[in-house]
């Protein structure tokens, strides 16, 4: 189906993009990716009648690596993927080179996906776990918000209108960190059925300091598992922490039954993938180097 009939505006820079949507009021959207946006407006799910193009923004995507890293609000997947920098934090390396398939990786930007707030997309649990924190640029000027107080509900973030993501910023983890994102997906061309984030500090090869889980995509936003973080925190990681740790994760699912699979299915998927993830997390922390790829069933 086409989309409704919209004027395009290509904006210069994040101010004239902010100040445009706001004079173009409610009827106006930012278009970064199009990799969520122009499917919607095909279906009609979404019909804007002004677009404000960010892609000929000049240094909106880049990641630099000063103290915290900085990921610009246009940065593709792709990009992610392939960065020395984000090499560091494997993490993220896991999520950017798992979403969909090249073309989508290409196209998505880092800022669209949070500005979504898909409860299937893959970002959310990632960022989450590393408490990113993310910058914006709106009417009102900047602000500096913490992930998990921007992403509200499926679909809702705390941006107001007109306000735009500029950067995401990762904070660097603590010596003896270590974290792993896997997703169970169908096939790459289609969102997570279940995924899990884990980032752990150790105190030493066995003892965990700290610890954060989310899983993703098993509720309406990605969920942090605090009984898992409570059964690691300070205490040594053996294959009774890590049974408890998979069990909490598959406690807090929320599963629907659906095309993906029966919520018998996704909850215990979740806790599988737990186990992948906390045994991936931590290796790494102990320095060993562990590719991570999504499984596909
Ligand atoms: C076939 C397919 C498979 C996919 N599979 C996955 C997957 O497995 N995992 C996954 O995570 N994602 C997946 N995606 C989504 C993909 O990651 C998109 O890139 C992402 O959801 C949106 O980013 P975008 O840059 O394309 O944003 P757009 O589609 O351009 O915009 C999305 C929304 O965010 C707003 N917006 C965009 N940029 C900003 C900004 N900087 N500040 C404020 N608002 C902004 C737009 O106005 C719009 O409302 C898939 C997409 C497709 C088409």
Known sequence: MYPRAFAYHRAKSYSEATSLLSELGEEAKFLAGGQSLIPLMKLRLSTPAHLVDLNFIPETSYIR???ALRIGGMTRHAEIAASADIAKLPLLHDCAAGIADPQVRHMGTIGGSIAEADPTGDWAPVLLATGATVKT????GERSVAISDLILDAYTTALQPAELI????????????G?????????????????????LTMHDDHVCSDA???????GLTAKRVQAAEDELRNNAVSAKTIDR???AVMDIAEPVS?????????????GALAKLALDAALKRARGE???VTHLYA
């Open 212 to 218: 954060r889980v989310y899983l993703g995509v098993l």
């Open 137 to 140: 640029l709106g009417p009102g």
């Open 179 to 199: 974290g792993a994102y896997i997703a169970l997906k169908r096939c790459a061309p289609v969102y997570a059925t279940a995924s899990v984030a884990v980032h």
């Open 65 to 67: 690596s000063n103290g």
């Open 289 to 291: 180097r562990v590719e």
């Open 245 to 247: 740790v998979c069990q």
């Open 258 to 270: 659906d095309m993906r699979g029966s919520a018998e299915y996704k909850r215990h998927a979740a």
């Open 166 to 177: 500029t950067e995401i910023v990762v904070p660097v983890p603590a010596a003896q960190s």
